[in-house]
């Protein structure tokens, strides 16, 4: 049997086995994604069941197994997680599972470690606007992936796109405007204000996408399309996105997420 090894992990998904153990799915930052079985975890004064909270980020010592790894020590290394803000949750539990759907088993990725660990944090907190911060996981996934959006030229005819109302096709992979957009009725709604927001995004440019006015509509119209985006290169549905469509304001739920009130959109 290998030794056992330690190493920095997030818990992306949980079931409980058993009369008091778990099993976990963990993106670990050197190894990858793993699965963990937790003996105990669910017993009143159990030590490690805490440590490795859905979520959270955790140094861990795992002993090897033939299929899951035995979870031997574990230490939680961020702030408990706000399990009672539904809206974050949510956010989190869609970040949790795309990561699971786009990454193979036990094939490190330090990078997108990094960018989950980070948006886990923004959403965790209590400073960043969740959806906004989810939208930004999605487009900065869905670059890192190689599935681009693209926000420049047509997708069906080339022409160069100018600051007016578009669509957006998932399954196109980008952007419409005039004929081509009337040409697509499954497209989803895209305007101006909205395609500004994806240019600015596409530069990376953070300090100005901070600094954005979340009205309903751009955010809705911004989290559709790059989540379905997303969600159009996974292999499977999400349950969390249905449930965060019907988290947003207007569709019936109370609203949620809490506004600041910067500057409008870039020009
Ligand atoms: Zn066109």
């Known amino acids: ?34 699965g963990v079985l937790v003996r105990g975890a669910r017993r009143p004064h159990s030590r490690l069941g805490p440590a490795v909270d859905l979520f959270s980020r955790c140094t861990i010592q795992l002993a090897p197994g033939r299929g899951l790894h035995i979870l031997t020590q574990g230490e939680r290394r961020s702030p408990p997680w706000p399990g009672g803000d539904l809206l974050r949750t949510t956010c989190a539990a869609v970040v949790a599972g795309a990561v699971d759907a786009l990454l193979e088993d036990r094939h490190p990725d330090p990078e997108l470690y990094a960018q989950v660990a980070a948006t886990l944090d923004r959403l965790g907190g209590s400073t960043h606007d969740a959806r906004a911060e989810l939208a930004w996981f999605a487009r900065a996934t869905a670059d890192r992936l190689g599935y681009r959006p693209e926000i420049d030229r047509c997708v069906a005819c080339g022409a160069a796109l100018v600051d007016r109302d578009a669509v957006f096709s998932p399954a196109r992979g980008g952007a419409l405007q005039g004929r081509c957009a009337a040409q ?84």
């Open 1 to 34: 049997m290998p030794p056992p090894f330690a190493d920095e992990g997030i818990v992306l998904r949980r079931v409980d086995y058993g009369d008091t153990d778990r099993i976990l799915t963990v993106f670990t930052r050197d190894h990858g994604k793993v």
């Open 184 to 267: 697509e009725p499954a497209a989803l709604p895209c305007r101006a204000t909205t395609l500004r927001v994806l240019r600015c995004m596409a530069r990376d440019d953070r300090p100005t996408f901070d600094r954005l006015r979340w009205e309903p509509r751009l955010r809705d119209e911004l989290e559709e399309i790059l989540l379905s985006h997303l969600a159009h290169h996974l292999d499977r549905p999400l349950r969390a996105m249905e449930l965060l469509r019907r988290l947003r304001p207007g569709a019936g739920w109370p609203a949620l997420a809490g506004g600041e009130t910067p500057p409008p959109p870039p020009r």
